[in-house]
Structures are given as structure tokens and as C-alpha cells.
């Protein structure tokens, strides 16, 4: 059984920065890829970056691993309000799509201020 656990979430003011970390247990990941999913209230969930596509929101975010510590890491640049959702981590399957997903993290709320 694989376990995801994500931290780094908080709150920040809009322009800041911050860095989510995915510690994964339970098994070796480096031959898969992850993900890094968003979902905020109201709204269904969007993929937001993987180790495959490590760049998004036109550049304000990357996506990086260290294999060697099982950890996969969502740098977060220049955040805006609409930033502000629950983030996951995912192991994707044959895609990234959330109906592929293999595992999910239990999420870290990030709340951007205006």
C-alpha cells in the first residue's frame, strides 16, 4: 500500500511563494509519474502539474522529484487569490487524468490573501 502525505500548505499573501512537498511511503515511485492536483470549493478538481509536465500556470508553478528521498515538490510562484484550493498528490496511472489516478494524497489547504 502506498501512502502520499503532502505538506507545505498555509497561508500567504497574493505575490508570495510557497512550496508544497508529497512524501510518499510504502513503495519505490520513481518509475511512475505524479501528479499534483487543485480542487477549490464548489469547483471539480484540475490537475495542475507532474513530473512529466513539470511547468504550469504559464510558468508560476514547477514540478520537481528527488527519487532518492521519494518526495515530489510543487513550487508555487507569484500566487493570486484564485490560487487559494486544497492541493493533492497523486500517482497517475496510464495518464494523469483523476480517473487514472492510482493514489491520492489526503490534500494541504493553501489560502492566497488579496
Known amino acids: 500500500q502506498v501512502q502520499l502525505v503532502e505538506s507545505g500548505g498555509g497561508l500567504v499573501q497574493a505575490g508570495g511563494s510557497l512550496r508544497l512537498s508529497c512524501a510518499a511511503s510504502?513503495?519505490?515511485?520513481?518509475?511512475?509519474?505524479m501528479g499534483w492536483f487543485r480542487q477549490a470549493p464548489g469547483k471539480e478538481r484540475e490537475f495542475v502539474g507532474s513530473?512529466?509536465?513539470?511547468?504550469s500556470m504559464r510558468g508560476r508553478f514547477t514540478v520537481s522529484r528527488d527519487n532518492a528521498k521519494n518526495t515530489m515538490y510543487l513550487q508555487m510562484n507569484t500566487l493570486k487569490p484564485e490560487d487559494t484550493a486544497v492541493y493533492y498528490c497523486?500517482?497517475?496511472?496510464?495518464?494523469?487524468?483523476?480517473?487514472?489516478?492510482?493514489?491520492w494524497g489526503q490534500g494541504t489547504q493553501v489560502t492566497v490573501s488579496s
Open positions: 497523486a500517482v497517475c496511472g496510464v495518464t494523469c487524468s483523476t480517473k487514472d489516478i492510482l493514489y
Open positions: 510504502g513503495r519505490t515511485l520513481s518509475i511512475y509519474t
Open positions: 513530473t512529466y509536465y513539470t511547468n
